[in-house]
């Protein structure tokens, strides 16, 4: 139990353009999903939090209007990165919390590429 | 000021060769310490949740302990696939998390 996907498992994309990353939890409610972001050979660096129906909580020097989370349902939290440029090519991770005082739940990541 | 510090950075034993990897954490109001696994490009796999200090985990070649203070993760006759890196997070008041940078362990046949 305690599943969590991400689509794309990769993407390039042209600078200019907008990218979406999906993160599902698949066999349980999410109340709470957490955006991360990881350069190589780094940890985690946490985004922003977000929980179903509300405004996410974005992190100090994360730009809300460049990344863009809505979480739609239980299950569903999408991150896009609007207006992409080279440096925001990295490794771009979710989890989720059962909201059961446990661990969060990491998704497999998605990397993204911004030629 | 919260903050998680893994050391060390990087750890290469021969296969066989038992080690620990040490967690040491400044947060206030913790609520749990975690350790997982990540291989390169994957996303981190749940391993262990530790509450309370002299709380103990194992699994296969894994012991994970706790104090007031640090945790640490025991390796056991390592084998080559136990390489990865090992984060730890600690998850404390207001619903924060903290991770450290990891210990890359690389394990020699």
């Known amino acids: 139990g305690a599943v969590v996907s991400q689509h794309p498992s990769w993407v390039i994309c042209k600078s200019g353009t907008s990218v979406k990353i999906e993160c599902r939890s698949l066999?349980?409610?999410?109340?709470?999903m957490f955006w991360y972001r990881q350069f190589p050979k780094q940890s985690l660096m946490l985004m922003a939090t977000?929980?179903?129906?509300?405004?996410?909580?974005?992190e100090q020097g994360v730009e809300k209007d460049k990344f863009l989370i809505n979480h739609a349902s239980l299950t569903l939290s999408t991150l896009t990165v609007t207006s992409a440029h080279p440096e925001d090519s990295s490794f771009y991770i979710c989890s989720a919390d059962r909201g059961l005082g446990e661990t969060q739940y990491f998704g497999p990541g998605t990397r993204l590429l911004v030629l | 000021e919260d903050q998680v510090t893994q050391s060390p950075e990087a750890l290469r034993l021969q296969e066989g060769e038992s080690s620990s990897l040490n967690c040491s954490y400044t947060v206030s109001g913790l609520r749990g310490l975690f350790w997982y696994r990540q291989d390169p490009g994957k996303g981190p796999e749940f391993l262990f949740t530790?509450?309370?200090a002299g709380e103990e985990k194992e699994k296969e070649r894994l012991k994970a302990t706790l104090t007031k203070k640090e945790s640490f993760l025991h390796i056991t006759a390592p084998k080559p696939e136990d390489s990865a890196t090992y984060l730890c997070a600690v998850h404390g008041k207001g619903n924060q998390f903290y991770f450290g940078t990891g210990t890359s362990l690389t394990v020699i046949p």
């Open positions: 977000s929980n179903e129906g509300s405004k996410a909580t974005y």
């Open positions: 066999d349980f409610q999410a109340t709470t």
């Open positions: 530790l509450y309370s």
